[in-house]
T-cell receptor
Framework: EAGVAQSPRYKIIEKRQSVAFWCNPISGHATLYWYQQILGQGPKLLIQFQNNGVVDDSQLPKDRFSAERLKGVDSTLKIQPAKLEDSAVYLC?????????????FGPGTRLTVL | QKEVEQDPGPLSVPEGAIVSLNCTYSNSAFQYFMWYRQYSRKGPELLMYTYSSGNKEDGRFTAQVDKSSKYISLFIRDSQPSDSATYLCAMTDTSGSRLTFGEGTQLTVNP
């Protein structure tokens, strides 16, 4: 079974630029999550999709972050414009069903550096 | 006050040692407790999963939950260099709300 795929693996941009990350979840998984993991911290949920609908985006900085999950499969997360404090690893995860208690499978992450 | 507190370490032990990793939490609604292992430059992977209070054992790993003290632990017996990673506790309630993670404890097992 293929795992969660993410690209790119690394990205370096200057502040005020825009950047986009892509995620392909495990086939058949209805729920997709985007997390931000700042160095030395645990992952923080940014947004959760159930199929192609948003379930929880309460911690997403909506003035600069946006995400979509077209057709309930792949997802993209965009930052525009980026700030220095956005430097982090962006993790995508998926689970079979909705619910924090459902096992989440994580991708390798995209490491973003904002200069 | 953070909802979940975890000693960030780092923790360095010799091979074969017993390792104890701990988290405390403040939200009494948490019912599901997990431990994730994260190797360097990888995503977290689920290691142990416990519902409510009690112990759960899987090979060299034992997870304990004490809801009365709002305290969870992960024990690793006969630790191996391959156990060197960051260990993250995570928890949630029964409503299906988001997982809340601890900050992670970085563990190094020296051969």
């Amino acid at each position: 079974e293929a795992g969660v795929a993410q690209s790119p693996r690394y990205k370096i941009i200057e502040k005020r630029q825009s950047v986009a990350f892509w995620c392909n979840p495990i086939s058949g998984h209805a729920t997709l999550y985007w997390y931000q993991q700042i160095l030395g911290q645990g992952p923080k949920l940014l947004i959760q999709f159930q199929n192609n609908g948003v379930v929880d985006d309460s911690q997403l900085p909506k003035d600069r972050f946006s995400a979509e999950r077209l057709k309930g499969v792949d997802s993209t997360l965009k930052i525009q414009p980026a700030k220095l404090e956005d430097s982090a690893v962006y993790l995508c995860a998926s689970s079979l069903q909705r619910g924090g208690q459902d096992t989440q499978y994580f991708g390798p992450g995209t490491r973003l550096t904002v200069l | 006050q953070k909802e979940v507190e975890q000693d960030p370490g780092p923790l360095s032990v010799p091979e074969g040692a017993i390792v104890s990793l701990n988290c405390t939490y403040s939200n009494s609604a948490f019912q599901y407790f997990m431990w994730y292992r994260q190797y360097s430059r990888k995503g977290p992977e689920l290691l142990m999963y416990t519902y409510s209070s009690g112990n759960k054992e899987d090979g060299r790993f034992t997870a304990q939950v004490d809801k009365s003290s709002k305290y969870i632990s992960l024990f690793i017996r006969d630790s191996q260099p391959s156990d060197s990673a960051t260990y993250l506790c995570a928890m949630t309630d029964t409503s299906g709300s988001r997982l809340t993670f601890g900050e992670g404890t970085q563990l190094t097992v020296n051969p």
